[in-house]
Every structure is written in structure tokens, then in C-alpha cells.
């Protein structure tokens, strides 16, 4: 039997190759993935994107949410795009590669990131939970609005979930939300907003 070998690329060459404004994708182990998601997906992130803008500016705090981001894990050969990324402002001046190619490197800069779930459902809950724990990302969402991650995350029988992870002593602790439960973030105390709102976006 003949394997077929793929070739693995670093961080550096994956910035040189990638094409400004077409697509979508991810370094995984050197590995380039695009990233296709649905319509159901990306109206539920922007509709997180929306609320977390309205609250950014109703608190005039120092964040933002940018366009176009990766984020490098400190001991992988990876680059991600979480569905919706909240930016410190202050903290950027320390980020050596934002300026020249909008790369995160020190979880300091980071005040949420957030992924949507989809069929790749391992990625989000368990490489991001441990890379996003790593570099100190203090607070990261997987937003299940289908319900499709494994038993051991979400529970049986399986339900659209919402985890929010949050940097305890150098470690994540995971609180869920379902259905019209408020969610509660340690970034932004006053959200006013459910779990169901949030799953019924892409409806």
C-alpha cells in the first residue's frame, strides 16, 4: 500500500503564502487547512461579533475585533482564525508580528477568543482548548450551536451548548450554558444575552 506524503511548511512560510483576501485558512502541524464554513456558521458569528461590538462600545473599552488575524500557539507549527477574536489595544505594541502581518502571539493581547463549532468539532475542544491554555488566553467560548461535539464535552443526549472557558491559576475551567440560560463572561460581566439567542442566530 502507497501513502501519499504530505508536505508540512512552517509558521513563516505559511505567512509568505498566504493569499490577501481569498479564503479562509488555518496551519494545523504545518499542514494548511481552508476553512469553508456554512451560512448557519457565520451568521452566528457575526451575530456574537455585533453584540460584543455594541458592548465595546457601550463600555468604552480599549478593544476591538479585528478582520483578518491568526493566532500562533508558542510550541506548535500552527497558526489559527478564531471565529471572533477581541484585541487589547494597549497590549499590541508587545505583539513583534501584528504590525507587519496581524499575528498573535502572547495570550495577553487577547481578552476572548471564540469558535463556532462545525464538523472539525476535536479542533475547538480539544487543540484549541489546550494552545489557547498555553499562551493564557484568559477566556475562550465554543459555541456548539448544533450540538455536535463529543458526549465527553457536551453531555448525553447531545444539545446546542455553549462552554466558556475561563484561565483559572494557569488553567481553563469550563462552565455550559443551553438553551435561555444567561451566560456569564469574566471579559464582559454585563452581557445581557443567552445561549439560546446566541444558537437561534443561524436560524
Not at 10 to 29: C, I, M, N, Q, V
Not at 93 to 101: D, I, Q, R, T, V
Amino acid at each position: 500500500m502507497i501513502q501519499a506524503v504530505v508536505k508540512t511548511i512552517t509558521f513563516e512560510e505559511f505567512l509568505a503564502w498566504y493569499p490577501d483576501g481569498k479564503g479562509r485558512y488555518e496551519l494545523y502541524e504545518g499542514i494548511i487547512i481552508e476553512m469553508n464554513p456554512t451560512g448557519e456558521h457565520e451568521e452566528v458569528a457575526a451575530f456574537m461579533n455585533r453584540k460584543l461590538n455594541v458592548e465595546i462600545d457601550r463600555l468604552n473599552l480599549p478593544y476591538f475585533i479585528p478582520r483578518t488575524y491568526l493566532v500562533k500557539p508558542e510550541n506548535a507549527n500552527s497558526g489559527y482564525q478564531p471565529d471572533v477574536l477581541v484585541l487589547d489595544k494597549e497590549e499590541l505594541p508587545n505583539e513583534p508580528l501584528w504590525k507587519k502581518s496581524s499575528t498573535i502571539l502572547h495570550g495577553k493581547s487577547v481578552k476572548l477568543a471564540v469558535e463556532v463549532v462545525s464538523t472539525n468539532w476535536r479542533d475547538d475542544y480539544l487543540t484549541k482548548v489546550r494552545d489557547y491554555e498555553e499562551i493564557g488566553i484568559p477566556e475562550y467560548w465554543i459555541v456548539d450551536y448544533l450540538g455536535l461535539g463529543g458526549r465527553r464535552y457536551i453531555g448525553s443526549p447531545k444539545q446546542p451548548t455553549l462552554s466558556i472557558y475561563q484561565l483559572v491559576e494557569g488553567e481553563y475551567q469550563v462552565t455550559q450554558f443551553r438553551e435561555d440560560e444567561p451566560i456569564y463572561s469574566l471579559v464582559f460581566p454585563e452581557l445581557n444575552l443567552t445561549a439560546g439567542q446566541i444558537f437561534r442566530a443561524g436560524e
